[in-house]
T-cell receptor, first 107, second 115 residues
Framework: KNEVEQSPQNLTAQEGEFITINCSYS?????LHWLQQHPGGGIVSLFM???GKKKHGRLIATINIQEKHSSLHITASHPRDSAVYIC?????????FGTGTSLTVIP | GAVVSQHPSRVICKSGTSVKIECRSL??????MFWYRQFPKKSLMLMAT?????????EQGVEKDKFLINHASLTLSTLTVTSAHPEDSSFYIC???????????FGPGTRLTVT
């Protein structure tokens, strides 16, 4: 069993839809990261959070430490949001990745 | 935010040759750098962790003599793929962390193709 599980693995949405990607983890963490990887491969760190909620533009990330769960929300989705979204956690000196959620937003 | 660069972004090399990939932290001192490999449609796999001035710690199954990692300064780490084979073709990503912080900053990655 992976330390970090994401769902769904694949997601297709119409432009404008509200999108939620979920992440659950099984280890104690000091931080949770949401990363975005575009088809070209480069990775961008979207959020790092250890409690509560963060918002950046149309992106919102929440975390519930007690439930060991985080969600990434995208409001008013756009085709340029199409990418792989990866959840990762820092646990001590270890860094665990989820397998990613591939998002396709259709115009 | 902190910036990590990688060079080159793409490289094609012939089987049997060696190729070096650089990872630089541009605006902070990276006491720890990480090297990852990503297979198609797979998540990132940690290859090794390097601390400035000391030998890298390799993950199980990663050949030390094949993937040479050097972290000689607080802003530069290099990964050298020696005697490359087509199966080494992959996407290699580095990340860097400043001492005392748990945030990792990722480089843009290097796509290696071995022909």
């Amino acid at each position: 069993k992976n330390e970090v599980e994401q769902s769904p693995q694949n997601l297709t949405a119409q432009e404008g839809e509200f999108i939620t990607i979920n992440c659950s983890y099984s280890v104690g963490i000091s931080a949770l990261h949401w990363l975005q990887q575009h088809p070209g491969g480069g990775i961008v760190s979207l959020f790092m959070l250890s409690s509560g909620k963060k918002k950046h533009g149309r992106l919102i990330a929440t975390i519930n430490i007690q439930e060991k769960h985080s969600s990434l929300h995208i409001t008013a989705s756009h085709p340029r949001d199409s990418a792989v979204y990866i959840c990762a956690v820092t646990s001590g000196n270890q860094f665990y990745f989820g397998t990613g959620t591939s998002l396709t937003v259709i115009p | 935010g902190a910036v990590v660069s990688q060079h080159p972004s793409r490289v094609i090399c012939k089987s049997g040759t060696s190729v070096k990939i650089e990872c630089r932290s541009l605006d902070f001192q990276a006491t720890t750098m990480f090297w990852y490999r990503q297979f198609p449609k797979k998540s990132l796999m940690l290859m090794a962790t390097s601390n400035e001035g000391s030998k890298a710690t390799y993950e199980q199954g990663v050949e030390k003599d094949k993937f040479l990692i050097n972290h000689a300064s607080l802003t530069l780490s290099t990964l050298t793929v020696t005697s490359a084979h087509p199966e080494d073709s992959s996407f290699y990503i580095c990340s860097a962390r400043e001492q005392g912080w748990y945030e990792q900053y990722f480089g843009p990655g290097t796509r290696l193709t071995v022909t």
